[in-house]
């Protein structure tokens, strides 16, 4: 935490080149000027080692954090503040509202061509718990073992903002309740007064443009509407790359119902 809001490791951050900014459409800008009014800036923190090991393999992977600078100034001046009062126990508040999104690098991105690229929104039941009601953790290792796979390597962009589409963890905790009572995932979010799919992609379009420089990639994704809205971003040439993995009995009917809302799944993917 001390990383995002200490003045002194931040210089050396800087000075080291572990920590740039960039805007919205990925261009490196003067970690020190003030964005422009109402201007996107992204900070971006690494890369740092981080050996991953799941399910008995092991990958060698570059972490990237990022974060709006928007929400990094907030908690700074938060940070400030605790700190005239000496409100240290306090400091763990900060935390709470900033989105700190990751990109997991594998290979060298000097020798991508076309790279695989997996788009992953945070899922706590799936990607930590590992529940089956939703497909989230085996596609989270299947992008893993993919990419790794890749003679030149790929990146995913793990949006932690993303929890249940968007709703975050406590709507999500109530819609599964609706979801027992009979409703579909969509249905349910509805009867909250919430949208079907709230997520923001404007970040992880940021660093596509930043990490890939205008270079054609392919996307691991069943969602047409992630292809469209990264397009409306201005990020171009997806090719998007069915990526099915995890079905079972729990989410079969969860599945069917993202298929009927236009997620590209055919029934023999559901089998």
């Keep these: 935490m001390f990383t995002y809001i200490d003045p002194t490791v931040r210089e050396r951050l800087i000075e080291q080149g572990k920590l740039i900014r960039i805007d919205a459409d990925g261009a490196i ?24 090991e799941r399910h008995g393999h092991q990958y060698d992977v570059e972490w990237y954090a990022s974060v709006r600078h928007t929400e990094l100034s907030k908690a700074t001046e938060l940070a400030d503040e605790l700190r005239e009062r000496e409100g240290q126990q306090s400091f763990a508040i900060l935390a709470d509202s900033m989105a700190v999104n ?15 690229v997996r788009v992953h929104s945070s899922c706590l039941t799936g990607d930590v718990f590992g529940s089956g009601r939703c497909e989230c953790g085996p596609q989270f290792i299947s992008a893993l073992e993919r990419i790794a796979a890749e003679p030149a390597g ?9 929890e249940g589409r968007g709703i975050g963890l406590w709507a999500k905790a109530a819609t599964y309740l609706l979801q027992d009572a009979g409703e579909n995932t969509y249905e349910a979010n509805r009867s909250l007064g919430l949208p079907d799919d709230s997520r923001d992609f404007s970040d992880a379009a940021s660093l596509i443009k930043y990490f890939l420089q205008g270079e054609p990639f392919r996307l691991l994704t069943n969602n047409p509407k992630k292809v469209d809205d990264l397009g409306a971003l201005g990020v171009t040439s997806i090719t998007r790359v069915k990526h099915v993995s995890g079905i079972g009995d729990a989410n079969r009917r969860y599945l069917a119902a993202k298929r009927d809302w236009g997620h590209k799944l055919e ?3 559901l089998c």
């Design 154 to 162: 790929g990146m995913i962009v793990y949006m932690s903002g993303h």
């Design 29 to 52: 800008t003067d970690p020190h000027a003030p964005p422009e009014p109402g201007a996107r800036a992204i900070s971006v923190l690494g890369p740092i080692p981080l050996p991953l």
């Design 267 to 269: 029934d023999e993917d």
């Design 102 to 116: 990751s990109v997991l690098v594998l290979g060298d991105p000097e020798t991508w061509k076309n790279p695989l």
